[in-house]
């Protein structure tokens, strides 16, 4: 994959099961190349988590607010603990994770 496009990172992939190749992206303003290990490495979590860490964070590019007073290394902990956001979300309800009344009743909508 070829783009300055973050998101796209969710896609990246090593070579497992009936895949043939790996999936990597190239950023070519930096020329360098991200594999699962060099996401895990930058955001923390993995690619299948990136979206979810995205929403989380906020991303100004696609104007996303994130979540109000979750930085990146919050979402990373919370991730890595509940594995996605629905479950942080699940948490937050029932307590077990702070976070903001607005972004659990967002969840709710």
Known sequence: ILSYDKDLMQLVTDAEGDQVMPVRQLNPSEQTWYGPQEIEKQFGVEPRQLIDYLALTGDPSDCIPGVEGVGKKTAATLLQQFGTLERVLEAAQ???????????SLSLE
């Open 94 to 104: 029932a307590a077990e994770v702070k976070l903001s009344k607005r972004a659990i």
